[in-house]
T-cell receptor, first 110, second 108 residues
Framework: NAGVTQTPKFQVLKTGQSMTLQCAQD?????MYWYRQDPGMGLRLIYY???????DKGEVPNGYNVSRLNKREFSLRLESAAPSQTSVYFC?????????FGQGTRLTVV | RKEVEQDPGPFNVPEGATVAFNCTYS??????FFWYRQDCRKEPKLLMS???SGNEDGRFTAQLNRASQYISLLIRDSKLSDSATYLC?????????FGAGTTVTVRA
C-alpha cells in the first residue's frame, strides 16, 4: 500500500525554469493538499483541493499553479522558479480526519 | 494573524519528566483539531486527534478549549523517542492549517 507518492524526491532548478511536482494517492481520498516547509515556518498551505474538480488557494499561492487531474493525482507547477521557492514541498491527502503525507520533495532554485 | 500559532520552544526536558505546551487558533468556526509529530524534516504523522472533552492516548493527553481557542498537549513520563517537533493542526471546512511546531528534546 503506497499511500501518498511524491515525485521527484530532489530537484535543482535554475531561476526561471519551470517544473511540475507530482503527487498521487491510492487511498481514494477526496481532499488533497500542497504545503511548503521552510526553517522556522512550519508547513504553509499553498493550494488544496477539497474534491476532484475543485482547487482553492491556501496561505502562499503566489508563483504556483495546481491541477487536480483526477481523484488520485494533484500536481503543483512552478512556471518560473525563483530562489524564494527553495523549500521542502509536501503533498497530503485526507478523508475525514487523518491526513497522510508524501515523503516530500526537496527543491533548490539557484 | 496566523491561523494557528504555537510556542516554538525548544523544550529540553530529562527523561521521565512531564512537558506541556499549547497552541492557539484564530478561526472560532474551526471544526477539528489534531496533533501531528514530525521527525527531522520527514513527513508529519498523526499523533492524535483532539476532542472537546479531552482525550488520552497512552502518555499523551490532549485538551481543547473552544472558548479560549487553544489546544494543549501534555506528555507524561517522557522518553528519548519523544524528541520531535509537534505540530498543531486545525481543520476549517476542507482547509487544513498547521502551526509552526513546538520542538521537544528529551535528554538522558
Amino acid at each position: 500500500n503506497a499511500g501518498v507518492t511524491q515525485t521527484p524526491k530532489f530537484q535543482v532548478l535554475k531561476t526561471g525554469q519551470s517544473m511540475t511536482l507530482q503527487c498521487a494517492q491510492d487511498m481514494n481520498h477526496n481532499s488533497m493538499y500542497w504545503y511548503r516547509q521552510d526553517p522556522g515556518m512550519g508547513l504553509r498551505l499553498i493550494y488544496y483541493s477539497a474534491s476532484e474538480g475543485t482547487t482553492d488557494k491556501g496561505e502562499v499561492p503566489n508563483g504556483y499553479n495546481v491541477s487536480r487531474l483526477n481523484k488520485r493525482e494533484f500536481s503543483l507547477r512552478l512556471e518560473s522558479a525563483a530562489p524564494s521557492q527553495t523549500s521542502v514541498y509536501f503533498c497530503a491527502s485526507r478523508q475525514n480526519t487523518e491526513a497522510f503525507f508524501g515523503q516530500g520533495t526537496r527543491l533548490t532554485v539557484v | 494573524r496566523k491561523e494557528v500559532e504555537q510556542d516554538p520552544g525548544p523544550f529540553n526536558v530529562p527523561e521521565g519528566a512531564t512537558v506541556a505546551f499549547n497552541c492557539t487558533y484564530s478561526n472560532s468556526a474551526s471544526q477539528s483539531f489534531f496533533w501531528y509529530r514530525q521527525d527531522c524534516r520527514k513527513e508529519p504523522k498523526l499523533l492524535m486527534s483532539v476532542y472537546s472533552s479531552g482525550n488520552e492516548d497512552g502518555r499523551f493527553t490532549a485538551q481543547l478549549n473552544r472558548a479560549s481557542q487553544y489546544i494543549s498537549l501534555l506528555i507524561r513520563d517522557s522518553k528519548l523517542s519523544d524528541s520531535a517537533t509537534y505540530l498543531c493542526v486545525v481543520l476549517n471546512d476542507y482547509k487544513l492549517s498547521f502551526g509552526a511546531g513546538t520542538t521537544v528534546t528529551v535528554r538522558a
